[in-house]
């Protein structure tokens, strides 16, 4: 069975151009017959998006018609017992309908700057027990700080 990836990209950050070229680029370099990758957008005022319009690069900043195509999504934060992401949809189906859970193995981090690279993401996926790729919260925010880098 392929490891699924959850490809994280965008963000409040000013550097969140670069980072959308950063995930379509890793989604497209993740080597097909091991995993499964799909895109998580995180959009400058903070809302999480998937979908598949999100792999065209023609998709960003995602205008009102592509954002109808799109799903907005939370993390759940609850601690996973078996170390898996949960994606949770914002809006159910239906009235009966119950929310349908985007599962992954792996979050792999595109983020550059602030808000994602600095700690915080990290620091959110430590407390949902899920893997991430990259360094620890602690690492991240001190390496974003380069007095303290420095010292």
Do not use: C
């Not at 980072?19 to 497209?28: H, K, N």
């Not at 009102?64 to 898996?84: C, F, H, M, W, Y």
């Not at 027990?129 to 990259?134: A, D, I």
């Amino acid at each position: 069975m392929k490891m699924r990836v959850a490809v994280f990209f965008g963000g409040r950050s000013p550097e969140h151009d670069v980072s959308i070229v950063t995930g379509l680029q890793a989604l497209e370099a993740l080597d097909q017959d091991r995993f499964t990758g799909f895109p998580v957008y995180v959009s400058t005022d903070g809302k999480w998006f998937t979908g598949d319009a999100l792999r065209s690069r023609g998709s960003y900043l995602p205008k009102e018609q592509i954002l109808k195509n799109l799903e907005t999504v939370l993390l759940d934060a609850s601690p996973s017992i078996d170390g898996r992401g949960r994606l949770l949809p914002v809006k159910p189906g239906g009235l009966f309908a119950k929310p349908k859970v985007i599962e992954f193995d792996v979050a792999l981090f595109a983020f550059h700057g602030l808000f994602g690279e600095d700690g915080r993401m990290q620091g959110l996926f430590e407390i949902a027990n899920v893997p991430y790729t990259g360094m620890r919260p602690l690492a991240s925010s001190i390496l974003m700080d380069k007095a303290a880098t420095k010292r």
